[in-house]
T-cell receptor, first 114, second 115 residues
Framework: AQSVTQLGSHVSVSEGALVLLRCNYS??????LFWYVQYPNQGLQLLLK??????LVKGINGFEAEFKKSETSFHLTKPSAHMSDAAEYFC????????????FGSGTRLQVQP | DSGVTQTPKHLITATGQRVTLRCSPR?????VYWYQQSLDQGLQFLIQ???????AKGNILERFSAQQFPDLHSELNLSSLELGDSALYFC??????????????FGAGSRLTVL
């Protein structure tokens, strides 16, 4: 079985501050990990993904995430928040077998204060 | 525009009714996934089709059914609707079937309200 847990359903930061959204995964086989973002009234779109290789993954809009196997984590960060980053962020896990569909976390809503 | 088209965007209906949600995948994509997003359940995987055949099943109720047609569009049928079926229903597509590294391309969703 595979699952992800996102700590904090709401995160609020000031514009220019560090963004840190937490994700921990559980998987019986080596995982593939994803972060998706959902803007209001839109579908989800991919921010970044980790499959194999380099554990620090860079995505769009200045976001990056680091795969830490020892901590079973895949936290999402951005050095400086922008107002346009306000959205809901979903961590998701699949595995190399491809037998299971992508499993999403419960989401974290990011608010950016001016 | 992601290339995945979902219709209708909004739908309001009554309990006990039946509705059909439609999805056209991105051009060239063979695999279609259906997800339900609700406040209490989050994003739940319902079902996946690949090139017309059912590939995987998630938390899909027996009152719900889906199919993928030869032109690769998919329909999700929801019957005997209950208040709790009110949710956003997303369709997503990928080029391949199995393959955990596949990136899902999502449509904008169909918002169903059951009164």
């Amino acid at each position: 079985a595979q699952s992800v847990t996102q700590l904090g359903s709401h995160v609020s930061v000031s514009e220019g501050a560090l963004v840190l959204l937490r994700c921990n995964y559980s998987s019986s086989v080596p995982p593939y990990l994803f972060w998706y973002v959902q803007y209001p009234n839109q579908g989800l779109q991919l921010l970044l993904k980790y499959t194999t290789g380099a554990t620090l993954v860079k995505g769009i809009n200045g976001f990056e995430a680091e795969f830490k196997k020892s901590e079973t984590s895949f936290h999402l960060t951005k050095p400086s928040a922008h107002m346009s980053d306000a959205a809901e962020y979903f961590c998701a896990v699949s595995d190399q077998t491809g037998r299971r569909a992508l499993t999403f976390g419960s989401g974290t809503r990011l608010q950016v204060q001016p | 525009d992601s290339g995945v088209t979902q219709t209708p965007k909004h739908l309001i209906t009554a309990t006990g009714q039946r509705v059909t949600l439609r999805c056209s995948p991105r051009s060239g994509d063979l695999s279609v996934y259906w997800y339900q997003q609700s406040l209490d359940q989050g994003l739940q995987f319902l079902i996946q089709y690949y090139n017309g055949e059912e590939r995987a099943k998630g938390n899909i109720l027996e009152r719900f059914s889906a199919q993928q047609f030869p032109d690769l569009h998919s329909e999700l049928n929801l019957s005997s609707l209950e208040l709790g079926d009110s949710a956003l229903y997303f369709c997503a597509s990928t080029p391949q079937g199995a393959g955990g590294a596949n990136v899902l391309t999502f449509g904008a969703g169909s918002r169903l309200t059951v009164l």
